[in-house]
């Protein structure tokens, strides 16, 4: 068990290893080709979209796990790599060494500084046009600055609609991430092959979940039920879930295992040592979690208006896009109000909490 586990470490680290240089490769030729003044087929200078086409990512690869491996293989006399550093932990020859001294730390370096200019090319940022284009939007924030209550009385209708659609998304979320929370957290799921896979299983679907915006889940589910905000309310909900259910693994990882050896001596089951050893200690920062998400499932409901999920932002989609702004104003207002009013309000009420 113990060979097959550092056989694991291992290979971690060098697939650790074998990402970092390659992405590092493929930034080196980005920011070469970038600067190279190479040209399309207009004429003009290629865009990010057409050098990321350009690249070698098979060749990048390639070489990422040669030198990865060789990294792993020669780290006595070149140093721990990124990769089995993270993994296996740094050599104690090592430890006490400035970053500056070691090849890992050259290298974290480089990578972050080509991750900035590489980011800097790919996102096309222009500081230029920032500054000195601000006349093309001065219509936008004059309209801003001047709301038109036209909009007022249905606004504010739409805007109860927003805060109970996200309240509901979050209270259908509570119960769902509770439960699932449990067999997420590291520290719960050690003592049989069943719950280590029910951890990595828990985990990696409310990864996969997590990752994909909620702004997808309502057109996904506005598909299956139509447009209303009771497919704000899914999509909302679902992301809430993934959230929530991390957030809650998270602080139970963190708990004190004190109580729960107690009464684990004690010769109660599995469920008396959650009930009586962990839920007293996660309850209070659990509710804490919990006002949070509503605060941010009431931003996010505005944007999934935009795609027919209801709410304010139902209606606020359609004046951005005729230019209206006057009325855009006024929604705007109102979301600003709501979410400063609602901060203040979860503030208090997790100072009372935690």
Do not use: C
Request: proline share 3%; glycine share 8%.
């Amino acid at each position: 068990m113990a060979g097959w586990r550092k056989s694991l470490a291992r290979l971690q680290s060098i697939g650790i290893d074998a990402v970092l240089i390659a992405m590092l490769i493929l930034m080196a030729e980005l920011l070469v080709v970038a600067f190279s003044g190479r040209r399309g087929d207009t004429g003009l200078l290629l865009t990010a979209e057409q050098i990321l086409d350009l690249l070698h990512y098979a060749w990048a690869a390639l070489a990422g796990v040669v030198l990865a491996v060789s990294w792993n293989v020669f780290y006595r006399w070149i140093g721990a790599s990124p990769g089995r550093a993270l993994v296996r932990g740094v050599p104690e020859w090592e430890r006490d060494l400035e970053w500056t001294e070691t090849f890992r730390g050259w290298f974290t370096a480089v990578f972050i500084e080509f991750t900035f200019f590489a980011g800097w090319l790919i996102t096309e940022l222009d500081l230029y046009d920032f500054l000195t284009k601000f006349g093309k939007a001065a219509d936008i924030v004059r309209g801003l600055a001047h709301p038109s209550a036209s909009v007022l009385h249905e606004g504010l209708v739409l805007l109860v609609q927003t805060i109970f659609l996200a309240f509901m998304a979050t209270a259908f979320a509570i119960p769902v991430a509770f439960v699932l929370a449990f067999p997420s957290a590291r520290n719960l799921t050690r003592g049989s092959f069943l719950a280590r896979t029910a951890y990595t299983v828990s985990r990696t679907f409310m990864n996969f979940v997590r990752a994909v915006e909620p702004l997808v889940w309502a057109l996904i589910f506005i598909s299956w039920v139509g447009i209303g905000p009771f497919a704000g309310v899914l999509a909302l909900w679902v992301h809430s879930v993934a959230a929530l259910t991390k957030l809650y693994s998270e602080q139970i990882e963190s708990i004190d295992t004190g109580p729960m050896d107690a009464i684990t001596a004690t010769g109660a089951s599995t469920l008396q040592v959650l009930r009586y050893g962990v839920v007293p200690q996660v309850v209070p920062p659990f509710l804490s979690f919990t006002i949070y998400r509503w605060d941010i499932n009431v931003r996010m409901s505005t944007i999934i208006g935009f795609v027919g999920g209801g709410g304010i932002g139902y209606i606020l989609k359609p004046r951005v896009d005729l230019g209206e702004w006057g009325e855009v104003g006024t929604l705007v207002l109102l979301i600003a109000g709501t979410v400063w009013l609602m901060d203040i309000i979860s503030a208090k009420i997790r100072e009372r909490i935690v």
